[in-house]
């Protein structure tokens, strides 16, 4: 497990000169030290599922190994208060390495959990900077705990540091634009209220509304600076890949276009998978693949960050259905939809939805 099998593919640009392009995968031992003595949907065995999947499928030698890394203060400070980050060393770093606990009713500490979360956000960082700096160059964090639901000052819904707002962050530092894409089934409410003032980071959200945490109204749209640079599309439960795809086509990759981002981070839940049960969503692999390969068409400096997804079979072939578009050397043409609802049409409930968001954003 967690061995480097390193390869890079060279793919013909318009230009007619071959450009190397490489796919970045980041994951390790220091990820399963954050566990819970006891039942609970975020454990190592998702991570596990993962790997073992990996390891036994045909793309070993298609991707780069790099080594998880801890965030730096520097990194954590553009995005989590002061205050919050020396709470959560007081509970479980170096001045209680062996602390146990609950930080709300949703999630829990261990002895290795802080760890686990310094690595998490520091290896989004590390390959965000890296795919933000190579001329098209691709990744996915494959990192627990997950990260969206936190805020600048508090812990949620299983994540303790935002690990994909502080990758933002750390991007938008070098003077580069950032659009965040999350398909979590839940509202990334923290990275939301982390950017909603920003405008230079625009956050795009596809989540079963209303569900937990009970934000992302398709009215939120930011404010100050950044108004208009959140957007929020609440499908209803049950919403399949007729109907992301539908969404991705008619606002996510317009407003993308517009907003003409340098890299595209990814809020990679898969708890939307029609066999997760925590939650009502009835996605498969291959919408999850269909989704990746429609934002390459947009920017080829692409990371996805793993978030949820809780049905170990289910997460661990979404994650390869979504690697096999990253690491093809054909690029996002090279993908070939299975046709698994083809003929089904996307709901006239989501197709009034997207139609009212097209008109409040202009798209």
Same mark, same amino acid.
């Given at each position: 497990? =967690?061995?480097?099998?390193?390869?890079?593919? =060279?793919?013909?640009?318009?230009?007619?000169?071959?450009?190397?392009?490489? /796919?970045?995968?980041?994951?390790?031992?220091?990820?399963?030290?954050?566990?819970?003595?006891?039942?609970?949907?975020?454990?190592?065995?998702? *991570?596990?599922?993962?790997?073992?999947?990996?390891?036994?499928?045909?793309?070993?030698?298609?991707?780069?190994?790099?080594? #998880?890394?801890? $965030?730096? /203060? %520097?990194? *954590? &400070?553009?995005?989590?208060?002061?205050?919050? &980050?020396?709470?959560?060393?007081?509970?479980?770093?170096?001045?209680?390495?062996?602390?146990?606990?609950? !930080?709300?009713?949703? /999630?829990?500490?261990?002895?290795? @959990?802080?760890?686990?979360? !310094?690595?998490?956000?520091? /290896?989004?960082?590390?390959?965000?900077?890296?795919?933000?700096?190579?001329?098209?160059?691709?990744?996915?964090?494959?990192?627990?705990?997950?990260?969206?639901? +936190?805020?600048?000052?508090? $812990?949620?819904?299983?994540?303790?540091?935002?690990?994909?707002?502080?990758?933002?962050?750390?991007?938008? $530092?070098?003077?580069?634009?950032?659009?965040?894409?999350?398909?979590?089934?839940?509202?990334?409410?923290? @990275?939301?209220?982390? =950017? +909603?003032?920003?405008?230079?980071?625009?956050?795009?959200?596809?989540?079963?509304?209303? =569900?937990?945490?009970?934000?992302?109204?398709?009215?939120?749209?930011?404010?100050?600076?950044?108004?208009?640079?959140?957007?929020?599309?609440?499908? #209803? %439960?049950?919403?399949?890949? #007729?109907?992301?795809?539908?969404?991705?086509?008619?606002?996510?990759?317009?407003?993308?276009?517009?907003?003409?981002?340098?890299?595209?981070?990814?809020?990679?839940?898969?708890?939307?998978? +029609?066999?997760?049960? !925590?939650?009502?969503?009835?996605? *498969?692999?291959?919408?999850?693949?269909?989704?990746?390969?429609?934002? !390459?068409?947009?920017? @080829?400096?692409?990371?996805?960050?793993?978030?949820?997804?809780?049905?170990?079979?289910?997460?661990?072939?979404?994650?390869? +259905?979504?690697?096999?578009?990253?690491?093809?050397?054909?690029? #996002?043409?090279?993908?070939?939809?299975?046709?698994?609802?083809?003929?089904?049409?996307?709901?006239?409930?989501?197709?009034?939805?997207?139609?009212?968001?097209?008109?409040?954003?202009?798209?």
């Amino acid at each position: 497990m =967690f061995t480097d099998k390193s390869s890079c593919f =060279f793919v013909p640009v318009s230009s007619g000169k071959i450009q190397t392009m490489k /796919t970045y995968l980041s994951s390790g031992e220091v990820f399963l030290g954050h566990k819970l003595v006891g039942e609970h949907p975020e454990r190592p065995e998702r *991570l596990q599922a993962i790997e073992a999947a990996i390891e036994g499928s045909d793309l070993l030698g298609k991707f780069r190994r790099i080594p #998880p890394r801890p $965030a730096t /203060t %520097e990194e *954590l &400070l553009r995005v989590h208060s002061a205050a919050y &980050l020396a709470d959560l060393r007081q509970r479980m770093g170096d001045l209680q390495p062996k602390g146990q606990g609950w !930080l709300d009713p949703d /999630t829990y500490y261990g002895p290795g @959990t802080y760890q686990a979360a !310094l690595h998490a956000a520091g /290896t989004a960082c590390d390959l965000a900077l890296r795919i933000a700096n190579s001329d098209g160059d691709n990744g996915f964090a494959l990192v627990r705990p997950p990260g969206h639901h +936190a805020s600048a000052d508090r $812990a949620m819904g299983f994540c303790l540091l935002n690990n994909v707002a502080v990758a933002a962050a750390a991007v938008r $530092a070098t003077g580069r634009r950032v659009s965040i894409v999350d398909f979590d089934v839940h509202h990334g409410n923290g @990275t939301e209220d982390i =950017f +909603a003032r920003d405008g230079g980071v625009q956050v795009i959200s596809l989540h079963q509304f209303p =569900f937990y945490p009970g934000s992302g109204a398709a009215t939120s749209i930011g404010e100050g600076n950044g108004r208009g640079a959140i957007l929020n599309i609440p499908l #209803p %439960e049950a919403s399949a890949g #007729p109907e992301y795809k539908l969404a991705m086509r008619k606002v996510v990759i317009p407003a993308l276009r517009r907003f003409d981002p340098d890299v595209i981070l990814v809020s990679a839940g898969f708890d939307g998978h +029609a066999q997760d049960s !925590l939650a009502g969503m009835s996605l *498969l692999e291959d919408d999850y693949a269909a989704m990746v390969a429609s934002l !390459l068409t947009v920017q @080829t400096r692409l990371l996805l960050v793993l978030e949820g997804g809780y049905q170990p079979s289910a997460l661990s072939a979404s994650v390869l +259905a979504v690697l096999r578009v990253l690491t093809d050397p054909s690029g #996002p043409s090279g993908y070939r939809p299975s046709g698994h609802d083809a003929g089904v049409a996307p709901s006239d409930a989501v197709r009034k939805l997207l139609a009212e968001l097209q008109k409040l954003h202009g798209l």
